[in-house]
């Protein structure tokens, strides 16, 4: 059976900055505030008329491409991971296939939000065992300024989250190293813990009748912070010790680890749950926000671009978030 290697990275953000202080003129915070509870200090909004969930996507995607050297034309199967996708249907990964000037490969879009990426990991990962496919994208990217509330009600998610894009390049390889195992779980008992709930098919009727008659949609994200927060802690660890586990390794094996940037208190606990050196554990969430399904690909190109993953290294991918569902992902690379 083959492995599957990751062989290029890339990642793509908006230029545009918004900082903490930017924040405080559209609603009622402060940088102290967003600084102590979520480690953010700026994050990027995307740009309209420039950025779209899936021509981002693409960036990162050619970004990745080029880091593996390796052309569009060569790739077999694309993954596309979101939580806000451009339309409700078609997906976001026949968008990029088209943007990248592909034939007719197969585009699968995945519905995982903070875990999304590492879910289209594992997706990738089983086709390129069988043998199905050689050469996978797989491509987390997210619009999620737009479907925030900016004023003072919505400031305990507005502040946290940010837009961007990442991609890798998978592909199959006889060699005795690559994704080792893949982990995921989730919890839909959950799922109103943290949800955007409108527009939905669900609540069409209610929605046109609420404009009609003048009232407020219910279409900005809830997020119960504290009870996520918790469980975040403890399922992190909880699937980062199940991968170490099956694979008969431990935390202090680990080269690196590459946490969603869900809010860097909840990294630095992990980090001391695990007993990891300052150099083992990559967070980024302070220049991006949350960037939900596109952080962990984010992240990991910046470490790979920044010399801190080297051949043979064994670095573990961890999420979790909305669903509830939370994965893990061991490489050796
Ligand atoms: O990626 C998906 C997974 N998501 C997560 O993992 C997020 C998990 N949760 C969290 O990161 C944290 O719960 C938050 C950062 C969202 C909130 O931090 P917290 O320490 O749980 O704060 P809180 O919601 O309990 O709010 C504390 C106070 C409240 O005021 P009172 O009631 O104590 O007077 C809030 O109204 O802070 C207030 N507050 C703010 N103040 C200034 C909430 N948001 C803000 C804000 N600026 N942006």
Not at 41 to 53: H, I, Y
Not at 137 to 154: A, F, W
Not at 256 to 271: D, E, G, K
Request: proline fraction near 2%; charge should be negative.
């Amino acid at each position: 059976m083959y492995k599957s290697k990751i062989i290029g990275t890339g990642h793509y953000v908006p230029d545009r900055i918004v900082t903490n202080s930017d924040l405080e003129e559209m609603m009622d915070t402060t940088d102290e505030w967003i600084v102590e509870r979520t480690g953010v200090q700026e994050r990027r909004w995307f740009e309209a008329g420039k950025d779209t969930v899936s021509n981002m996507g693409t960036r990162a995607a050619q970004r990745a491409l080029e880091n593996a050297g390796i052309e569009a034309s060569e790739l077999d199967f694309i993954v596309f991971a979101t939580l806000s996708p451009e339309y409700y249907f078609p997906g976001c990964g026949v968008l990029v296939q088209d943007q990248l000037d592909l034939d007719t490969i197969g585009a699968l879009d995945v519905r995982n939000q903070c875990s999304g990426f590492i879910y289209g990991l594992s997706v990738a990962d089983q086709f390129i065992k069988t043998g199905m496919y050689k050469t996978i994208l797989i491509i987390g990217s997210e619009i999620q300024s737009n479907i925030m509330d900016k004023s003072s009600n919505g400031r305990a998610i507005a502040v946290i989250f940010g837009d961007g894009a990442g991609a890798v390049v998978l592909q199959a390889t006889e060699e005795e190293k690559g994704i080792l195992s893949t982990h995921m779980h989730s919890q839909g008992k959950y799922a109103s813990e943290l949800t955007v709930k409108e527009p939905s098919t669900r609540h069409k009727e209610q929605i046109l009748k609420r404009l009609i008659d003048g009232a407020k949609a219910d279409i900005y994200p809830y997020m119960n912070g504290k009870f996520i927060f918790k469980h975040a802690v403890e399922r992190f660890s909880e699937v980062i010790n199940e991968a170490l586990d099956q694979n008969g390794l431990k935390p202090s094996d680990l080269d690196m680890l590459i946490p969603h940037q869900a809010n860097l208190r909840i990294s630095q606990y992990i980090q001391r749950e695990l007993g990891l050196a300052d150099d083992k554990i990559w967070n980024n969430i302070q220049k991006y926000g949350n960037t939900t399904g596109a952080s962990i690909p984010i992240a990991l190109d910046e470490a790979q671009r920044a010399g801190k993953i080297n051949d043979d290294d064994l670095v573990c991918l961890a999420s979790f978030g909305s669903g509830l569902t939370w994965a893990s992902a061991l490489i050796r690379w």
